[in-house]
């Protein structure tokens, strides 16, 4: 690597930006993508390099590259030192990001709350100047209060970040947006706003809220196609009795009656003498059922769900 090379490199990554390097492997010349123009093939495989972090081997021309990708470390950007935020952090931290907490409510951003994190308690806009979100960072809002988030996606918008997601309903988000629209945000730039924030798994508690954000997170940095939920299989009449499958656990066919057994068989009785539990023609087509109990006529006596002991 050339001094200059080198000297390009270590500027780019004070200055927090992605680039990709570029080694011939035929005599070993190398540059920086996108700092020199490149041809158009090769100038995708930097870029998608960049894209999905990954080193990768390409042959264009006869000539064979390889493009090592120079990226920002991931971060993490949380704005409001909420129950749900406790949640968030580690999970994020354990998929590599570096998460900073915001929150100017220093009762609630205490290293207590979050050991080894970096806590800002300086006012929402003030503290996203500083932190300044570049194309690796992402920024979730959770405080729920227009005073702390409103200010923060205002510098987000106005940023790189890859994703940004805010907390609240739909209702909420609506009145979000017109507080933005004033402010200046075309109707695009405020459709980058994820919200109400996170997947769609009908998530309750606040580790399951904050596992949906995550999981949101990982997909916009990835570019999956998230699709809506699955179609619900239609269930089949109750009495398509084809419909369901034979064997164990299956639905039992309607009970039938010999003809032989007798009128007295469709009234619930054995055609036998004495009321026997077979019908004449010697087969169970009519299993036996218990009498129906008497009503009881004391306050004392079990319910009339109750069969007495034997």
Same mark, same amino acid.
């Given at each position: 690597?050339?001094?200059?090379?080198?000297?390009?490199?270590?500027?780019?990554?004070?200055?927090?930006?992605?680039?990709?390097?570029? !080694?011939?492997?035929?005599?070993?010349?190398?540059?920086?993508?996108?700092?020199?123009?490149?041809?158009?093939?090769?100038?995708?495989?930097?870029?998608?390099?960049?894209?999905?972090?990954?080193?990768?081997?390409?042959?264009?021309?006869?000539?064979?590259?390889?493009?090592?990708?120079?990226?920002?470390?991931? +971060?993490?950007?949380?704005?409001?030192?909420?129950?749900?935020?406790?949640?968030?952090?580690?999970?994020?931290? !354990?998929?590599?990001?570096?998460?900073?907490?915001?929150?100017?409510? +220093?009762?609630?951003?205490?290293?207590?709350?979050?050991?080894?994190?970096?806590?800002?308690?300086?006012?929402?806009?003030?503290?996203?100047?500083?932190?300044?979100?570049?194309?690796?960072?992402?920024?979730?809002? #959770?405080?729920?209060?227009?005073?702390?988030?409103?200010?923060?996606?205002?510098?987000?918008?106005?940023?790189?970040?890859?994703?940004?997601?805010? #907390?609240?309903?739909? +209702?909420?988000?609506?009145?979000?947006?017109?507080?933005?629209?004033?402010?200046?945000?075309?109707?695009?730039?405020?459709?980058?706003?994820?919200?109400?924030?996170?997947?769609?798994?009908?998530?309750?508690?606040?580790?399951?809220?904050?596992?949906?954000?995550?999981?949101?997170?990982?997909?916009?940095?990835?570019?999956?196609?998230?699709?809506?939920?699955?179609?619900?299989?239609?269930?089949?009449?109750?009495?398509?009795?084809?419909?369901?499958?034979?064997?164990?656990?299956? +639905?039992?066919?309607?009970? !039938?009656?010999?003809?032989?057994?007798?009128?007295?068989?469709?009234?619930?009785?054995?055609?036998?003498?004495?009321?026997?539990?077979?019908?004449?023609?010697?087969?169970?087509?009519?299993?036996?059922?218990?009498?129906?109990?008497?009503?009881?006529?004391?306050?004392?006596?079990?319910?009339?769900?109750?069969?007495?002991?034997?």
């Amino acid at each position: 690597m050339t001094p200059d090379v080198l000297a390009a490199l270590q500027a780019a990554q004070v200055a927090k930006r992605p680039v990709a390097l570029l !080694t011939r492997l035929s005599d070993g010349e190398q540059c920086l993508w996108p700092d020199k123009a490149l041809p158009g093939a090769l100038a995708e495989t930097a870029q998608a390099a960049l894209r999905d972090d990954a080193a990768q081997n390409v042959t264009l021309d006869g000539e064979a590259w390889f493009v090592h990708p120079h990226n920002p470390p991931l +971060r993490m950007i949380v704005v409001g030192a909420v129950h749900i935020a406790q949640a968030l952090v580690p999970m994020a931290q !354990t998929t590599g990001f570096a998460v900073t907490v915001v929150d100017p409510r +220093r009762a609630w951003a205490t290293a207590d709350r979050f050991p080894g994190i970096t806590l800002v308690h300086e006012w929402t806009d003030d503290a996203m100047v500083v932190l300044a979100p570049d194309s690796r960072t992402a920024v979730v809002t #959770l405080t729920h209060d227009p005073k702390l988030d409103d200010p923060a996606l205002d510098v987000a918008l106005k940023s790189d970040a890859f994703y940004i997601g805010a #907390l609240g309903s739909r +209702r909420t988000h609506a009145k979000r947006v017109a507080r933005l629209a004033e402010l200046g945000h075309a109707e695009a730039a405020m459709g980058r706003i994820h919200a109400p924030v996170g997947l769609n798994i009908a998530a309750v508690t606040a580790s399951e809220i904050a596992l949906s954000i995550l999981a949101e997170v990982v997909a916009a940095r990835r570019g999956a196609a998230l699709g809506g939920p699955a179609p619900l299989r239609p269930r089949p009449p109750r009495h398509d009795l084809r419909a369901y499958p034979a064997g164990r656990g299956a +639905r039992r066919r309607p009970r !039938t009656y010999h003809p032989a057994a007798g009128p007295r068989a469709e009234e619930g009785h054995g055609a036998g003498p004495g009321g026997d539990r077979r019908a004449a023609a010697g087969r169970p087509w009519q299993r036996h059922r218990r009498p129906a109990r008497a009503p009881a006529t004391c306050r004392r006596m079990r319910p009339r769900t109750a069969w007495p002991m034997r």
